[in-house]
């Protein structure tokens, strides 16, 4: 299995809700992250997880929120966005830090 | 700083034509290199990677060879297929950030029938 997992493929939401996006790899990776991905542009690094503890936040507003339940799963929740925040979310992991990275097909967000 | 300087795209190439992608780097320390390719509506894919100088790294007929004298790290295909559409992207591993991939705007490549 050399799957990262994102659920859901799709997401609209309003300004006022609250929702969460999901990444899940059962290949065993200590090391899991966001990336945010605009329209014709590379992807940006958002958090980083090592061993279930956050070790890089790059300066990402409060709106967005990580949990890193477990080793295999990693959730973005998301609270009052604004349609600026409208991209491909992308969830990767690695076995470590500093090897390669797998990624997910990613969660296109559109907010509204 | 870090950062990764790729060729501008589009690229457009006639099916079976070689295809070179240009990527150099700036990085502090001695990174991983790697190409990532996303196909349209897709996530990224890992295409190919090399950890030290002079290492080849190859997968579905491309290749990449890192060239540390130049910090360089070019892709290459010798005859492009119409499935090979897509953007590709260049992307050190900077080890002292934490495993931070830096990525090149990326290069959408076109093969046209």
């Known amino acids: 299995d050399t799957e990262v997992t994102q659920t859901p493929k799709h997401l609209v939401m309003g300004m006022t809700n609250k929702k969460s996006l999901k990444c899940e790899q059962h290949m065993g990776h200590r090391a899991m992250y966001w990336y945010k991905q605009k329209a014709k542009k590379p992807p940006e690094l958002m958090f980083v997880?090592?061993?279930?503890?956050?070790?890089i936040n790059e300066s990402v507003p409060s709106r967005f929120s990580p949990e890193c339940p477990n080793s295999s799963l990693l959730n973005l929740h998301l609270h009052a966005l604004q349609p600026e925040d409208s991209a491909l979310y992308l969830c990767?992991?690695?076995?470590?830090?500093?090897?390669?990275?797998?990624f997910g097909q990613g969660t296109r967000l559109t907010v509204v | 700083g870090n950062s990764v300087t790729q060729m501008e795209g589009p690229v457009t190439l006639s099916e079976e034509a070689f295809l070179t992608i240009n990527c150099t780097y700036t990085?502090?320390?001695?990174?991983?290199l790697f190409w990532y390719v996303q196909y349209p509506g897709e996530g990224l894919q890992l295409l190919l990677k090399?950890?030290?100088?002079?290492d080849k790294g190859s997968n579905k007929g491309f290749e990449a060879t890192y060239r540390k004298e130049t910090t360089s790290f070019h892709l290459e295909k010798g005859s492009v297929q119409v499935s090979d559409s897509a953007v590709y992207f260049c992307?050190?591993?900077?080890?002292?950030?934490?495993?931070?991939?830096?990525f090149g705007q990326g290069t959408e490549l076109s093969v046209k029938p």
């Open positions: 992307a050190p591993m900077i080890y002292n950030q934490g495993g931070k991939l830096i």
């Open positions: 997880y090592s061993y279930e503890k956050l070790s």
């Open positions: 990767a992991s690695s076995h470590n830090p500093s090897t390669e990275a797998f």
């Open positions: 990085a502090t320390g001695y990174p991983s």
């Open positions: 090399a950890t030290k100088a002079d």
